[in-house]
T-cell receptor
Framework: KAGVTQTPRYLIKTRGQQVTLSCSPISGHRSVSWYQQTPGQGLQFLFEYFSETQRNKGNFPGRFSGRQFSNSRSEMNVSTLELGDSALYLC??????????????FGQGTRLTVV | KNQVEQSPQSLIILEGKNCTLQCNYTVSPFSNLRWYKQDTGRGPVSLTIMTFSENTKSNGRYTATLDADTKQSSLHITASQLSDSASYICVALTYNDMRFGAGTRLTVKP
């Protein structure tokens, strides 16, 4: 079965622009989480969506937002881009349902470069 | 404060040798601990998931241990291969939070 798909793989934007990233989870998975990965900060949790509702949120400014559609696909939006937003953005899908021991499957990530 | 500390930061070993990576965590309440392998430019791949009641779990040449009393975990790689070159990330979960370690960058040389 298909894995987690993130699009686009690479993106270059200029400061001040906004960007939308997409994540299609594994079929049957209802939870999608987003992460930012930078060399200096490592992996940091952005937010998690389950059944179209934001269930958890990390410590990121309001410029970072997301949503989830009825088919569990999720999008993440970053507005007013800053140079520091350059990072690998990863999404992970799980079955959801509150089972803490369920395995999370990551996508390949979207490499965002802000110039 | 919920934290995960990994050591060493980086490690270089020769092909065929064994190595052990360390993870100390302070998350509370603790739910489970995971080890991920991340190849350069790719997403992390799960190696092991352990709850507080599990002491050890293996996945091929990878063996993870967990001591919930001392809040320490280790990942042991046996008979390393060139393909083991990657970052290994320790993740500690509470019931509503995930804390990531900074990772250990492992390089296996021929």
């Amino acid at each position: 079965k298909a894995g987690v798909t993130q699009t686009p793989r690479y993106l270059i934007k200029t400061r001040g622009q906004q960007v939308t990233l997409s994540c299609s989870p594994i079929s049957g998975h209802r939870s999608v989480s987003w992460y930012q990965q930078t060399p200096g900060q490592g992996l940091q949790f952005l937010f998690e969506y389950f059944s179209e509702t934001q269930r958890n949120k990390g410590n990121f400014p309001g410029r970072f937002s997301g949503r989830q559609f009825s088919n569990s696909r999720s999008e993440m939006n970053v507005s007013t881009l800053e140079l520091g937003d350059s990072a690998l953005y990863l999404c992970a899908s799980t079955r959801g349902g509150g089972d803490q021991n369920t395995e999370a499957f990551f996508g390949q990530g979207t490499r965002l470069t802000v110039v | 404060k919920n934290q995960v500390e990994q050591s060493p930061q980086s490690l270089i070993i020769l092909e065929g040798k064994n190595c052990t990576l360390q993870c100390n965590y302070t998350v509370s309440p603790f739910s489970n601990l995971r080890w991920y392998k991340q190849d350069t430019g790719r997403g992390p791949v799960s190696l092991t998931i352990m709850t507080f009641s599990e002491n050890t779990k293996s996945n091929g040449r990878y063996t993870a241990t967990l001591d919930a009393d001392t809040k320490q975990s280790s990942l042991h790689i046996t008979a390393s291969q060139l393909s083991d070159s990657a970052s290994y990330i320790c993740v500690a979960l509470t019931y509503n939070d995930m804390r990531f370690g900074a990772g250990t960058r492992l390089t296996v040389k021929p």
